[in-house]
């Protein structure tokens, strides 16, 4: 065993032996990252359903209010599992950042034993995973306890089919968190269709005190009505020069016919 490891080996066994600090809700988390969460952010930090629904204009904060989630969860539900499951690297890496900031701002209440880019696993049994929807590992988790999907809307639908069976056996969290990204995919479908078992929240640009109303207008006239309409109204919009519907364009593709050439056929 190396000399670090030894260390951080000797840093747990220490934590396991001091009083262990009284439990923080998740909004006392938030605020150890010196914000006051908005009532929003509020009742989602204090929410106990099972499955919640986040449609958020850019820039509202969902991604750190979910960070304080999974923080919460990681330190004072132990021993908990959180994946943070995003569309990319560059978003797997952004999300488990804010987690580490609150981490830090908190003092590292319980000695970590793992740290990675990506991964923390603390000497109270708890892990905190970041995983880029390409990310081959995902399928391997089971027995979740929280589960973020960040920019929700951009994660394949058979990925999410393939994650959520985690939650089953744990009866764990599932937060769906994103701006919209047309009337297609499993964000669109479980806003709008999936029925009561979801709590929705749904907060647009105007709604966040921190984006001014004369940075908007600037913006809309800067992007368009279309983006500004996707980006900061939390409207499913379809393509403006789109012949078919996004429902109509999904419906016409099938898993059970072959393909006309194998993908190596196509090779040069
Ligand atoms: N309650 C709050 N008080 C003060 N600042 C906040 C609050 N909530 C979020 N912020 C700040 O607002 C900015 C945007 O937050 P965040 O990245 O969480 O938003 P987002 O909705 O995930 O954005 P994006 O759409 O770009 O992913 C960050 O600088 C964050 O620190
Ligand atoms: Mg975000």
């Known amino acids: 065993m190396t000399l670090q490891a030894l260390e951080k080996r000797a840093a747990a066994l220490w934590h396991r032996l001091e009083p262990p600090a009284a439990p923080l809700t998740a909004v006392e988390v938030a605020r150890a990252g010196g914000l006051e969460p908005d009532p929003w952010q509020r009742r989602v930090l204090e929410s106990e359903a099972p499955q919640m629904i986040l449609l958020c204009s850019r820039q509202s904060g969902k991604s750190t209010t979910t960070a304080a989630l999974a923080m919460h969860a ?152 279309w983006w500004f309409s996707q980006e900061y109204l939390c409207s499913f919009e379809e393509a403006e020069d789109q012949l078919f519907h996004d429902h109509d364009i999904d419906a016409a593709f099938s898993d059970t016919i072959a393909p006309l050439w194998a993908p190596e056929a196509m090779q040069p």
């Open 74 to 225: 990681t330190l004072y539900r132990p021993p908990s599992l959180v994946l943070c499951l995003s569309p990319s690297q560059r978003q797997s890496v952004e999300l488990y950042r804010k987690c580490m900031q609150l981490f830090r701002a908190l003092g590292e209440p319980v000695a970590p034993v793992i740290q990675t880019r990506l991964e923390l696993e603390l000497a109270n049994g708890s892990r905190l995973v970041a995983l880029p929807s390409g990310e081959s590992k995902i399928r391997g988790f089971s027995g979740v306890d929280l589960l973020l999907c960040d920019e929700a809307s951009r994660i394949p639908d058979a990925l999410y089919q393939s994650v959520r069976p985690m939650l089953a056996v744990s009866g764990g969290q599932l937060v769906l968190l994103s701006t919209p990204f047309g009337k297609r995919g499993f964000f669109h479908h479980e806003w709008t269709e999936g029925g009561a078992s979801w709590e929705r929240t749904k907060i647009t640009a105007h709604d966040c005190p921190r984006i001014s109303a004369a940075w908007l207008a600037q913006e809309r006239a800067t992007i368009g009505d």
